[in-house]
């Protein structure tokens, strides 16, 4: 899928090429905003489509290189893939830090602050998990 967007990038470049070379020769057209927006029109939809295509893969390949990813006992991991972004400037790190043990990821606020995280993300995160559990599992106490 990704070559064929490719393939039709480079065609639609063509033709608003094909589209902007009158416009601009020694008997040109009207140059407005219109005619060059209508040369442009094609590149510029076929580009957003192929950008629209590498977000949603490139997702598809966060998530999935967290499923398969074996994590040794005692890692210290962070996660970014659906966290709740830091409204602090660069003050923390993004994303929630968990450490492994037992083949699980394990986290607290102390930790995750500890090794330079967000405590409002994790507060937000926890939040989020309630809602649509994707990293912590409920256990009955």
Do not use: C
């Not at 219109?34 to 076929?46: C, D, E, R, W, Y």
Request: proline share 4%.
């Amino acid at each position: 899928m990704k070559s064929l967007l490719e393939i039709f990038l480079y065609l639609s470049g063509a033709i608003s090429l094909f589209f902007l070379f009158p416009l601009f020769g020694m008997f040109s057209e009207e140059l407005s905003l219109i005619n060059v927006s209508k040369a442009l029109l094609p590149i510029i939809f076929t580009g957003l489509l192929y950008l629209i295509y590498l977000k949603e893969t490139k997702q598809k390949l966060i998530t999935a290189h967290l499923e398969e990813e074996t994590l040794t006992e005692g890692e210290v991991v962070n996660v970014f893939d659906g966290m709740p972004y830091s409204k602090k400037n660069g003050a923390f790190s993004e994303g929630v830090f968990f450490w492994v043990e037992e083949g699980k990821l394990l986290t607290t606020i102390e930790f995750h602050i500890e090794k330079g995280g967000d405590p409002d993300v994790f507060l937000e995160w926890v939040e989020q998990e309630k809602n649509n559990p994707r990293y912590l599992k409920p256990t009955l106490q």
